[in-house]
């Protein structure tokens, strides 16, 4: 069975740091086009926030986290996103998502393409 597990999700001051991980069960990284991170905040739609292309290693981020957020992969297994300088607007809870076929990394974010797989999310809030 296809799974994806994310964790790393917490409770941080603003200004803070959390490292979020994505593990990938039953398949690995090289069968994606696209693997990213998706936010969504009480009450809002879902959104993609950065992702990263398999072919290449491209890598997109809304222009919200720019600077701030960096997504990265360890192995064929496992993605992550370091966080940094963390915002009360950035309290949401935090979805693993990966697409199949030739897609970008932005085009998985830009939910231009079908998600063909989601994680259960984990939960990030900022609060002093």
């Known amino acids: 069975q296809l799974q994806l597990v994310e964790s790393g999700g917490g409770l941080v001051q603003p200004g803070g740091s959390l490292r979020l991980s994505c593990k990938t069960s039953?398949?690995?990284?090289?069968?994606?086009?696209?693997i990213g991170w998706f936010l969504q905040a009480p009450g809002k739609e879902r959104v993609g926030i950065s992702c990263?292309?398999?072919?290449?290693?491209?890598t997109y981020y809304v222009d919200s986290v720019k600077g701030r957020f960096t997504i990265s992969k360890n192995d064929e297994k496992t993605i992550y996103l370091n966080m940094n300088n963390l915002q009360r607007e950035d309290a949401a809870v935090y979805f693993c998502?990966?697409?199949?076929?030739?897609?970008?990394?932005?085009?998985?974010?830009?939910?231009?393409?079908?998600?063909?797989?989601w994680g259960q999310g984990t939960q990030v809030a900022v609060s002093s």
């Open positions: 990263i292309s398999h072919s290449d290693g491209y």
């Open positions: 039953g398949f690995t990284l090289q069968n994606y086009g696209a």
């Open positions: 998502a990966a697409a199949v076929g030739p897609y970008t990394a932005r085009d998985l974010c830009t939910m231009r393409v079908r998600t063909d797989y």
